[in-house]
């Protein structure tokens, strides 16, 4: 290991904590997280393993494509609002509006409503949430040094993610005691306000500004400004071949992740039976969430390490890699032993990957279009799995139990690997310097 990255590691998440700044963000986020997790781990318990309720593949898919794909049209040009109005109190009015509408989507829960009148609220919770993680995101620059973003990234998002994982784990905790029924699933699932009033107490400590944008912009004309976020995203994105290319290999794993999570959920509402102390049904489900995060956990430990060793474009490849023969491996026997164990690894080298992603932006897009860039990111994040549930739930059969799916889901992550590769190699002058940053290769994402 080179000086350099020893003396970025001796830095460490102690000299991070220490800064009150970032401090508070990370308490943000972790707050929040721990809502989102809770709400969508009480959501899924209410929808498909409600005693009350059935779930084939096709509802499934239906519940996915109303909570994501909807904020996934809006969600660029919201992003220009990060890039224009003051991130904290954009952070803490989301955090209240999303509240209001847990309570909204519990109260349908319990009514025992379906389909639409349930689902517009949680595409409200989900889709709000999604803004303030890349609200977050872009903010992270303005609290930490510029040469220890990958370290901060890493430690943000992974505590983020671990967060969300035992947020999940509570909602199963408070359902084994409020009901699997609606009346039990609607108290559950309105758990979530307290973490998300919570963050927006939390943000709210901040200073005016103190988040960004560099020049805080209330706009009189909201509209248009609203209008050319997909547009400003996408032109800083293109015009940044690092982000272009690792953004690439991020979505051939999300495809091959909506695949494989369509697989699962239906092996353990239909097919897998327990082995030992190992549960298969929502409690399987909890085990999965505990593996992924347990493979979340040492993506942020080891990816600053990795990408210090290897570098960025090894890493992201290794990662792809690795994905695609634990899909055939561990995927392919469909036990519930393997589902797991290809749960940490697929979510272990996917992690690997976001975090490269998110340094890019990070890193190589200026402050002032940095929302609408993350905000595009997370949009086509959220179309790619859309796309792969919806396309999987055509033909997947209703038990899961599908060779062929786990085969396409690893033959994905070869697109990837591809797509990757030839972005990267694509060597295209930046043409608009007030929007993307030259790279001169001098950072651990270049």
Not at 203 to 211: D, E, I, K, N, Y
Not at 423 to 435: E, I, S
Request: net charge neutral.
């Amino acid at each position: 290991m080179t000086t350099l990255a020893v003396e970025k590691h001796h830095w460490g998440s102690r000299r991070f904590l220490g800064i009150p700044e970032f401090r508070r963000l990370l308490a943000t986020r972790l707050t929040s997280q721990w809502g989102d997790g809770l709400f969508q781990a009480g959501l899924a318990g209410a929808v498909l393993f409600n005693p009350e309720r059935h779930a084939d593949p096709a509802a499934i898919a239906a519940g996915f494509a109303v909570l994501l794909l909807p904020y996934s049209i809006v969600g660029p040009f919201t992003g220009a609002l990060l890039d224009r109005w003051d991130r904290k109190k954009v952070i803490v009015v989301a955090n209240i509006t999303r509240a209001v509408f847990v309570l909204l989507t519990a109260l349908a829960v319990g009514a025992g409503l379906s389909g639409l009148p349930l689902y517009i609220s949680a595409l409200i919770v989900m889709g709000i949430g999604r803004f303030v993680g890349s609200g977050l995101s872009a903010s992270l620059p303005h609290v930490v040094d510029e040469d220890h973003l990958v370290e901060a990234n890493a430690l943000a998002t992974t505590a983020g993610a671990i967060t969300a994982v035992v947020g999940a784990a509570c909602a199963i905790g408070f359902r084994t005691f409020l009901g699997a029924g609606d009346g039990g699933s609607a108290w559950t699932t309105s758990i979530a306000v307290v973490g998300m009033l919570t963050s927006a107490f939390i943000a709210s400590r901040f200073r005016a500004g103190v988040l960004g944008p560099d020049e805080v912009d209330e706009p009189h004309n909201a509209f248009k400004a609203v209008a050319r976020g997909l547009l400003d995203g996408a032109k800083a994105t293109w015009h940044t071949p690092n982000v272009t290319a690792a953004l690439a290999a991020l979505l051939a794993h999300r495809a091959a992740f909506g695949v494989s999570l369509m697989v699962t959920l239906l092996l353990m509402r239909y097919s897998l039976e327990d082995v030992g102390i190992l549960k298969a049904g929502i409690g399987g489900l909890g085990e999965v969430a505990v593996a992924g995060g347990a493979g979340i956990l040492l993506a942020g430990v080891l990816t600053d390490r990795i990408v210090d060793r290897f570098g960025t474009k090894r890493t992201i490849c290794g990662a792809l890699i690795l994905t695609g023969a634990a899909q055939i491996g561990l995927g392919l026997p469909m036990t519930l032993v393997t589902i797991l164990a290809a749960s940490f690894v697929i979510i272990f080298a996917g992690q690997i990957v976001k975090l490269c992603v998110d340094t890019a932006v990070q890193h190589d897009v200026g402050d002032e279009v940095r929302g609408r860039v993350f905000a595009l990111y997370d949009t086509l994040f959220n179309v790619t799995q859309v796309t792969a549930v919806s396309i999987t739930a055509t033909v997947v059969p209703l038990d899961g139990r599908s060779p062929g799916l786990i085969i396409t889901a690893a033959s994905l992550y070869l697109v990837g690997l591809a797509a990757y590769l030839l972005l990267l190699a694509r060597k295209r002058q930046v043409q608009h310097p007030g929007l993307v940053r030259e790279d001169d290769g001098s950072h651990p994402i270049g």
